[in-house]
């Protein structure tokens, strides 16, 4: 069994930046592939970023280039930086781990931008 709990959110300003950190309370070298998600009010819950074995990532094209994912195994973290954050980006964003056929999330953590 996994536990993610995200840390990090926040309110920022329009073109500020913030660091999301998910923290597992296990090892998270078993997890073939984590990432982060998030739903805004009224909207589907959506991919955000993904790294998956050694740190092949994939990003949704809203944010490519502006948010980065990374993942220290030794530390059991996986972090988004997210830089130049708009408006639209406000949204719950919640952490992602698989193993297996098993499905692991997080609590979320509130990210809103807004001046």
């Known amino acids: 069994q996994v536990q993610l709990v995200e840390s990090g959110g926040g309110l920022v300003q329009p073109g500020g930046s913030l660091r999301l950190s998910c923290a597992a309370s296990?090892?998270?070298?078993?997890?073939?592939?984590m990432g982060w998600y998030r739903q805004a009010p009224g909207k589907s819950r959506e991919l955000v970023a993904s790294?998956?074995?050694?740190?092949?990532?994939n990003y949704a094209d809203s944010v490519k280039g502006r948010f980065t994912i990374s993942r220290d195994n030794a530390k059991s973290q996986v972090y988004l930086q997210m830089n130049s954050l708009k408006p639209e980006d406000t949204a719950v964003y919640y952490c992602?781990?698989?193993?297996?056929?098993?499905?692991?999330w997080g609590q979320g953590t509130q990210v809103t931008v807004s001046s």
């Open positions: 992602h781990g698989i193993r297996g056929s098993l499905v692991y």
């Open positions: 296990g090892s998270i070298v078993s997890l073939s592939a």
């Open positions: 790294i998956v074995g050694v740190g092949v990532t």
